[in-house]
């Protein structure tokens, strides 16, 4: 079974930092494109970064660019999220998704939440001004 856990949720003041984790059993990393989506109150859900587990390639939202680090321990099956310089915006449900991606690049699965096949619960992250 396919389990997906993200933890590192909090309540952080703005200018703050998190690091958000995503611990994924039931599947090695070999070929997958791994990320972070978050779904604002009253808005869509959107890809905030992603991470191949193939070559390691990236690809970040344009408001999160500079801010937040995606990188991976494949030894591990973790996925971690490094978030600096946070603002109220960030403010959103935060959620670790994944899909076996061997066509795209990570670009594309991370902006299509459709294509990704496991998720996890959902983590709170709340950033206060």
């Known amino acids: 079974e396919v389990q997906l856990v993200e933890s590192g949720g909090g309540l952080v003041q703005a200018g703050g930092s998190l690091r958000l984790s995503c611990a994924v059993s039931?599947?090695?990393?070999?070929?997958?494109?791994i990320g972070w989506f978050r779904q604002a109150p009253g808005k869509e859900r959107e890809g905030v970064s992603c991470?191949?587990?193939?070559?390691?390639?990236?690809y970040y939202e344009s408001s999160v660019k500079d801010r937040f680090t995606i990188s991976s321990d494949n030894a591990k099956n973790t996925v971690y999220l490094q978030m600096d310089s946070l603002k109220p915006e960030d403010t959103a449900v935060y959620y670790c998704?994944?899909?076996?991606?061997?066509?795209?690049?990570?670009?594309?699965?991370?902006?299509?939440?459709?294509?990704?096949?496991?998720w996890g619960q959902g983590t709170q992250v709340t950033v206060s001004s």
């Open positions: 039931g599947f090695t990393f070999d070929d997958y494109a």
């Open positions: 991470i191949s587990s193939t070559d390691g390639s990236t």
């Open positions: 998704a994944a899909v076996q991606a061997s066509f795209y690049h990570v670009s594309y699965y991370c902006t299509r939440e459709h294509e990704l096949d496991y």
